[in-house]
């Protein structure tokens, strides 16, 4: 299973972006999958996160209300739309799937498969 993410980019405080993932080396899109970020001397953290059946979502406090996770199975695409960002969003963004239809999809050990960071800075 290979994840290909992409959108990042330079972008000023109060601004948007739309990150995008495309998934590919699996027969169903429908698994857990959510979005991580890192930013410098930091741990990685959750951002936000997605159910198997896309019934649930997940969101960190310092993002709910402005990012909003969504996903096309048909496409095999997850989305992180990000409004109202902030300097301390700035990071890698990474996003990652599970090998099975796992409850646990907040939990960081819960993902298996990873893509590669796209990273977002957010200028004051």
């Known amino acids: 299973v290979q994840l290909q993410a992409s959108g990042g980019g330079l972008v000023q405080a109060g601004g948007s972006l739309r990150l995008s993932c495309a998934v590919s080396g699996r027969t169903s899109n429908r698994y857990p999958t959510g979005w991580f970020r890192q930013a410098p001397g930091k741990e990685r953290e959750l951002v936000a996160a997605i159910t198997w059946d896309s019934v649930n979502t997940y969101y960190a406090e310092s993002v709910k209300g402005r990012f909003t996770i969504s996903r096309d199975d048909a496409e095999f695409t997850l989305w992180l739309q990000m409004n109202t960002l902030k300097p301390e969003d700035s990071a890698a963004y990474y996003c990652?799937?599970?090998?099975?239809?796992?409850?646990?999809?907040?939990?960081?050990?819960?993902?298996?498969?990873w893509g590669q960071g796209t990273l977002v800075t957010v200028s004051s």
């Open positions: 990652a799937t599970a090998r099975t239809h796992t409850y646990y999809y907040s939990r960081m050990a819960s993902y298996d498969y």
